[in-house]
């Protein structure tokens, strides 16, 4: 499926989705940053975790949806809903949806380069703060943290306003933080949005620059297991979103046991010689039924 998030006149947003067979005719009408109309499409309810609008339901384009281009909408209506940092820390935000935050930049810790997978991944931690000097940790993976260190090392100015759209949070050891939400979160720092320019204006007048590790201090990590970055990137999804795919996906999901079928294992016996798939019978009765075969 090739997922969109899409946002109204109201700057409201909700979740998108087009299935597989109609990518190759939606891709090139739905355009980043354009205006468009959609008419008869379905609706279905929207679940599983990280989802990126608090909408009970989703869109779901189909044969008959029909899209064209309309008006552009105002430049300020971008679906911006920033949180309150102590929103995070109180436990007050559900961490199935995927959230907005502006935050300055006040400290960006040492990169690690973690072995995931037989893959070397970047990790870089950072603090920010809001216009109530709340801090909150920002854990940054892959690409996103390279953008990030890159952006550092030419940095100029003491105030960066860093924004994260559709990020997620993570409870770990009783402390909150933020992080990228795989490959849909958005990274920005010091964009000119009136919504930004409005929350620097606010930062408390106290001096507070950015403090940043040599980026030529590496550590490498190895803490981070298989298991544990398959459930923490792979996407969750419901049973009945498994049935329904139409491609071979990798994800996760959640549910409880109903029942144990005690008759069938989930095992098979095989042949050692041949390792294909065989039946146990009792051989004592097949001798007494065919004395005349040799099972020597």
Same mark, same amino acid.
């Given at each position: 499926?090739?997922e /969109?998030? &899409?946002?109204d006149?109201? #700057?409201? =947003?909700?979740?998108?989705? +087009?299935?597989?067979?109609?990518i190759?005719?939606?891709?090139?009408?739905?355009?980043?940053?354009?205006?468009?109309?959609?008419?008869?499409?379905?609706?279905?309810?929207?679940s599983?975790?990280?989802?990126?609008?608090?909408h009970?339901?989703?869109?779901?384009l189909?044969?008959?949806t029909?899209?064209?281009?309309?008006?552009d909408?105002?430049?300020?209506?971008?679906?911006?809903?920033?949180?309150r940092f102590?929103?995070?820390?109180?436990?007050?935000?559900?961490?199935?949806?995927?959230?907005?935050?502006?935050?300055?930049?006040?400290?960006?810790?040492?990169?690690?380069i973690?072995?995931?997978?037989?893959?070397?991944?970047?990790?870089l /931690?950072? &603090?920010?703060?809001?216009? #109530?000097? =709340?801090r909150?940790n920002? +854990?940054?993976?892959?690409?996103?943290?390279?953008?990030?260190?890159?952006?550092?090392?030419?940095?100029?100015e003491?105030?960066?306003?860093f924004?994260?759209?559709?990020?997620?949070?993570?409870l770990y050891?009783?402390?909150?933080?933020?992080?990228?939400?795989?490959?849909?979160?958005i990274?920005?720092?010091?964009?000119?949005?009136?919504?930004?320019?409005?929350?620097?204006d606010?930062l408390?007048?106290?001096?507070v620059?950015l403090?940043?590790?040599?980026?030529?201090?590496?550590?490498?990590?190895?803490?981070?297991s298989v298991?544990?970055?398959?459930?923490?990137?792979?996407p969750?999804?419901?049973?009945?979103?498994?049935?329904?795919a139409?491609?071979n996906?990798?994800?996760?999901t959640?549910a409880?046991?109903?029942?144990?079928?005690?008759?069938?294992?989930?095992?098979?016996?095989e042949c050692?010689?041949?390792?294909?798939?065989?039946?146990?019978?009792?051989?004592?009765a097949?001798?007494?039924?065919?004395?005349?075969?040799?099972?020597?």
């Amino acid at each position: 499926t090739m997922e /969109t998030i &899409v946002v109204d006149e109201r #700057n409201q =947003v909700i979740h998108c989705t +087009v299935k597989k067979e109609f990518i190759r005719r939606m891709d090139v009408l739905l355009v980043e940053g354009e205006t468009k109309v959609i008419t008869n499409f379905k609706v279905s309810p929207a679940s599983g975790r990280f989802r990126t609008s608090g909408h009970v339901y989703k869109i779901v384009l189909a044969q008959t949806t029909t899209i064209r281009t309309d008006l552009d909408l105002p430049p300020n209506v971008l679906g911006l809903h920033p949180v309150r940092f102590n929103d995070i820390h109180d436990g007050k935000l559900n961490p199935d949806f995927l959230i907005d935050v502006f935050g300055q930049i006040v400290e960006i810790g040492n990169v690690e380069i973690l072995n995931v997978s037989k893959k070397q991944t970047k990790r870089l /931690t950072m &603090v920010l703060r809001d216009t #109530n000097d =709340v801090r909150l940790n920002c +854990v940054l993976w892959g690409e996103f943290a390279e953008q990030l260190e890159a952006f550092a090392q030419n940095l100029h100015e003491a105030v960066v306003v860093f924004v994260l759209r559709f990020g997620k949070i993570r409870l770990y050891q009783n402390v909150w933080s933020v992080g990228n939400c795989y490959n849909c979160s958005i990274v920005m720092n010091n964009p000119d949005l009136p919504e930004v320019i409005a929350f620097r204006d606010r930062l408390p007048k106290d001096g507070v620059t950015l403090s940043y590790t040599h980026p030529n201090q590496l550590t490498i990590v190895n803490s981070v297991s298989v298991r544990a970055d398959f459930l923490t990137h792979s996407p969750r999804r419901t049973i009945s979103e498994i049935v329904s795919a139409s491609e071979n996906i990798k994800c996760v999901t959640m549910a409880t046991i109903m029942s144990i079928d005690t008759e069938y294992g989930w095992y098979y016996m095989e042949c050692q010689t041949c390792q294909k798939k065989v039946l146990p019978v009792d051989m004592e009765a097949v001798k007494e039924e065919s004395p005349q075969l040799d099972f020597s």
